[in-house]
């Protein structure tokens, strides 16, 4: 079991496989961003394998591919299957903005893959393209279509409310979602990078208020994915809502994840520095023993809590550095 000096058990891993993206959303990665990763310093699929090993040794059950846009990574699909066949892998889950997915949706979910996230922040064509810099509905749309014909359950729709610009949609979105079968995300901007920091995040406690109140929803003790996200859900409990809200009220008492970065980076906390490097040790053919203490030496050094509130221009890092 991997436990910190705050008395946390981590048993979730985020592994960003790229830093990389075909979309520009407004609160992430900057238009004409060039501060990529060089691939020479991306971890190959038997280091992603080998870490994952040792995490999955330590206890950690769950896992989630992430990015930059993971399906822009070259054998995606080969990828998941190896990490599927890992003894303790009991959950592995992608995230993705699916203008990639209606090809890859049926392989992934063949070779293993247990869950979908998908990053959608409105519906109409003209605000995904005001969002995320290019006209990509279509390719959403099909995408999310192939991801329910592959046969994936629970697939999560991501949604980040953004002041005067989708947060209009929100009633559309849930209504999607219903006749969907989606599962409906609601996630709190946090102020990563100068791109999230030109933002004012949309407080949700209104809007969580608003939205039970409208579409008779009730708070679940059920939790989805043993994420931050607290859940709502209507009486025929044919229709779920969650909340994600680290600034109005954060969950840092309870995080369970770090995140493993495209150069072998293990981040501690997305709102902080706290970091281990993870590649020397790799590069110099460490043993497992070796590896599980610097696992374990890295756990301690995770923060009791981000400071977004109180320092909202600290983190420079955008997410997509980190593996959101
Ligand atoms: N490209 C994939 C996607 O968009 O789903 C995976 C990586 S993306 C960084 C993961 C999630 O992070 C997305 O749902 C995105 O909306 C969210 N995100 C990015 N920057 C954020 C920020 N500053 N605050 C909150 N969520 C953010
Ligand atoms: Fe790309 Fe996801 Fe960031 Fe949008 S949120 S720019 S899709 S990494």
């Known amino acids: 079991m991997l436990i910190d000096t705050y008395g946390r058990t ?3 891993l985020r592994i960003s496989i790229t830093d990389r993206c075909d979309l520009r959303c407004t609160y992430c990665m900057p238009k004409g961003f060039t501060e990529f990763e060089k691939p020479d310093h991306w971890l190959s699929f038997d280091n992603i394998e080998r870490v994952v090993t040792q995490f999955a040794a330590l206890g950690t059950k769950r896992f989630r591919l992430t990015g930059g846009e993971p399906l822009l990574r070259k054998n995606i699909v080969e990828l998941v299957a190896r990490l599927k066949r890992i003894d303790g892998v009991e959950d592995l889950s992608l995230s993705t ?11 992934l979910r063949q070779a293993g893959l247990d869950r979908l996230n998908i990053s959608l922040d409105a519906l109409t064509q003209k605000n995904i393209q005001k969002i995320v810099g290019t006209d990509v509905q279509a390719k959403i749309m099909s995408g999310l279509r192939a991801a329910k014909e592959a046969g994936f359950k629970q697939i999560k729709i991501n949604m980040v409310p953004l002041a005067g610009i989708n947060d209009h949609e929100i009633d559309a979105m849930v209504e999607f979602c219903m006749e969907n079968g989606f599962i409906l995300r609601l996630i709190e901007l946090m102020p990563m990078g100068a791109t999230a920091q030109r933002h004012q995040y949309i407080n949700l406690q209104p809007i969580i208020a608003r939205l039970s109140d409208q579409y008779d929803l009730h708070p679940t003790e059920d939790s989805y994915g043993g994420g931050p996200a607290r859940y709502w859900q209507n009486q025929q409990k044919t229709f779920l809502m969650g909340y994600i809200t680290p600034m109005s009220q954060h969950f840092c008492q309870t995080c369970n994840r770090v995140r ?3 150069d072998g980076t293990l981040y501690m906390c997305l709102g902080q520095d706290h970091q281990y490097a993870l590649a020397p040790l790799l590069k110099n053919h460490a043993s497992d023993q070796e590896l ?3 696992i374990q030496h890295a756990i301690q050094l995770k923060p009791l809590k981000h400071e977004f509130q109180e320092k909202p221009k600290k983190m420079i890092r955008i997410m997509s550095m980190t593996g959101g």
Not at 97 to 107: F, K
């Open 10 to 12: 981590v048993d979730y």
């Open 97 to 107: 903005n699916a203008t990639q997915l209606v090809h890859y949706a049926h392989d």
């Open 260 to 262: 493993l970065a495209v």
């Open 292 to 294: 599980q203490m610097a």
